[in-house]
C-alpha cells in the first residue's frame, strides 16, 4: 500500500495527479464516489476503475481511515470519538445530532498555541497542525459510523454528516490552508457534498486570516470569539487580544460583513464575574449595534486547572440583550454525560494515555 493518504486532495487535484501519470482524468470522479459516497477503503474493490489504475493507486497511496481509540455514545445520541494519529498523538471529534442534520464538531491541531485562559485545549503540550486528510477522516469515520446506523439508506439524510463546525481543539486559522483544503475536499459535490453555508469556521481572532477568508469571498459562516465587552476583560481571558484588540477585531469582522453579506456569529462564553455583570451585557449590546451579527451565550464548561466557573447569570445576561435589541440564543450543551462538552475531552484523553500506554 502507498504511503500517500488518498484523503488529501481534491477532485481536481486528483485529476492532475491522473492526467500527468497517463490515466484518465475522468477516473477522478469514479475514485472520489468510491471513496466518498460508497466509504470504500481498498482500491482494489472499486471495480469500475481499470486495472492498472488500481494497481498504480494500490502502490502510491492508500485510504486508511483514521484509527478510533474510544466511541462514545451519549444519551442524546451525541457520538465521541478519540483518533489515534500515525505519531500517536491523539485528537477527539463530535458529532451532535440536530433538528436539521448531523453535525460534527472537528479539531484541526494538536494542541492549540492561542492560550486562552479558560480553554483546555491550551493545556496540551504537544502541538502540531492537523494535515488535511487528518481531518477529513474525521468525517469519513462518523459518516461509516451513520452509514451502519441507518443500514446503508442513502435516501436518509441523517445517513450522512451534513452540517460541519470548526470548533474543536485548535485554531483553524493558525492552519489555514490545511483547513482551506479540507472544506473544499468535503464541499465536492460527488463526494461528502457538505455545501459551504453548513460550514462554520470559529476563530479566537486572527485579524490578517479573517481579512484573507474575506476576500475568498466563499459562502462558509464565521464565529468570533469575543467572550468579553472591552479590552480589559479580554486581555485578561485571550492573549490573542494584545495582538489584535477589540476595535481591530470588530473592523476586520465589518469588512467581512461587507464582502461576503453573510451575518456574522459572535459567541460570548459566560463566565461568574469575570464577563457576565449587567453592564457587560449593555457594553456589549453597545458594541455591537447594528452589525448583521448575533450573539451565541455558551455556558461555560468548567476546567479544573483554572479558577473560571460557570456563569449563574445566563438568563440575565440574555435577557438584557433582548432588550438592547441584539439577537441572541444560548447554546445547548451536548453529550454532558460523555464528557463530549468542551473543555472536558482532555481529562478522558489523559485517562486513556494512562490506560492504554499510548
Ligand atoms: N480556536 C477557535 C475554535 C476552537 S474553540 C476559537 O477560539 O474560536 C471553540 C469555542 O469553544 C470557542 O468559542 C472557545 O472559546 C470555546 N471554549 C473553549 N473552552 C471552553 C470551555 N471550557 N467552555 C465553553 N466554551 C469553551
Redesign the pocket.
Known amino acids: 500500500m502507498g504511503t500517500k493518504s488518498i484523503f488529501n486532495y481534491s477532485i481536481q487535484d486528483l485529476q492532475e495527479i491522473l492526467v500527468a501519470n497517463g490515466f484518465n482524468k475522468f477516473a477522478a470522479q469514479q475514485i472520489f464516489d468510491w471513496i466518498y459516497v460508497k466509504l470504500e477503503t481498498d482500491f482494489n474493490n472499486m471495480s469500475n476503475l481499470k486495472k492498472d489504475l488500481r494497481d498504480y493507486l494500490m502502490s502510491n497511496f492508500n485510504a486508511n481511515p483514521l484509527k478510533s481509540l474510544v466511541v462514545e455514545e451519549s444519551k442524546d445520541g451525541t457520538i465521541k470519538i478519540l483518533f489515534l494519529l500515525d505519531d500517536k498523538k491523539t485528537i477527539e471529534t463530535v458529532l451532535m445530532p440536530q433538528k436539521y442534520g448531523q453535525s460534527v464538531c472537528v479539531t484541526t491541531q494538536v494542541g492549540?498555541k492561542?492560550a486562552?485562559k479558560?480553554?483546555?485545549s491550551g493545556l496540551i503540550k504537544t502541538e502540531r497542525n492537523l494535515e488535511t486528510n487528518e481531518i477529513v477522516r474525521q468525517i469519513f469515520t462518523m459518516n461509516q459510523i451513520l452509514k451502519e446506523k441507518f443500514k446503508d439508506d442513502l435516501s436518509n439524510p441523517r445517513s450522512r454528516v451534513s452540517h460541519i463546525v470548526v470548533?474543536?481543539i485548535?485554531?483553524?486559522m493558525d492552519n489555514f490552508e490545511n483547513v482551506m483544503k479540507f472544506i473544499e475536499i468535503i464541499n465536492e459535490t460527488k463526494g461528502f457534498q457538505i455545501g459551504a453555508r453548513h460550514i462554520t469556521i470559529?476563530?479566537?481572532g486572527v485579524v490578517p486570516k479573517i481579512i484573507e477568508f474575506a476576500d475568498m469571498k466563499t459562502q462558509i459562516n464565521l464565529a468570533i470569539?469575543l467572550?468579553a465587552s472591552n479590552n480589559e476583560v479580554r486581555s485578561s481571558m485571550m492573549p490573542i487580544n494584545k495582538a489584535y484588540p477589540i476595535e481591530k477585531l470588530l473592523d476586520a469582522v465589518s469588512y467581512y460583513i461587507e464582502a461576503t453579506n453573510r451575518r456574522i456569529t459572535f459567541?460570548y462564553?459566560l463566565i461568574e464575574d469575570v464577563n457576565d455583570k449587567k453592564e457587560h451585557a449593555v457594553e456589549l449590546a453597545r458594541l455591537i449595534r447594528g452589525m448583521n451579527a448575533y450573539v451565541n451565550l455558551?455556558p461555560?464548561?468548567e476546567?479544573k486547572e483554572n479558577p473560571y466557573r460557570k456563569s449563574t447569570k445566563i438568563d440575565t445576561f440574555f435577557k438584557i440583550l433582548k432588550k438592547e435589541g441584539i439577537n441572541a440564543i444560548v447554546r445547548k450543551e451536548f453529550g454532558a454525560d460523555i464528557d463530549a462538552a468542551?473543555?472536558q475531552l482532555r481529562a478522558k484523553r489523559e485517562g486513556v494515555f494512562k490506560n492504554d500506554e499510548v
Request: proline fraction near 4%.
Open positions: 492549540c492561542m486562552c479558560f480553554c483546555a470548533m474543536g485548535g485554531e483553524p470559529s476563530t479566537c470569539s467572550h459567541e462564553i455558551i461555560y464548561n476546567v468542551c473543555g
